[in-house]
């Protein structure tokens, strides 16, 4: 399984993005797909999540504002991003999984930065 995001870019704050990830491979037993980001120094951390159910996670700080989705293929999501703000700057990352640990992946993440 491969995952590869596409999005990122510099936008101002108030603004907004929308971040693309498609998963490719043997996606039978995908369980869950999620966007994670870390800042410049910090850990990452989980900004939403959503699983085969359509059940969604978020990062108490983004509530409101992001909004994560599947696409029509199967192991495609995108993460909406309106109302941006300066501490939303990061590599976001996006993760694809199982629970029964079959796999673990990784995207190569892509760049936001929020800045006037």
């Known amino acids: 399984v491969q995952v590869v995001e596409s999005g990122g870019g510099l936008v101002q704050p108030g603004g907004s993005l929308r971040l693309s990830c498609a998963a490719s491979?043997?996606?039978?037993?995908?369980?869950?797909m999620g966007w994670y980001r870390q800042a410049p120094g910090k850990q990452r951390e989980l900004v939403a999540a959503?699983?085969?159910?359509?059940?969604?996670n978020y990062l108490d700080s983004v509530k409101g504002r992001f909004t994560i989705s599947r696409g029509n293929a199967r192991g495609t999501v995108y993460l909406q991003m309106n109302s941006l703000k300066p501490e939303d700057t990061a590599v976001y990352y996006c993760n694809a999984r199982t629970y029964s640990g079959t796999y673990d992946v990784w995207g190569q993440g892509t760049q936001v930065t929020v800045s006037s």
């Open positions: 491979g043997s996606l039978n037993s995908l369980d869950i």
């Open positions: 959503i699983i085969t159910d359509g059940t969604t």
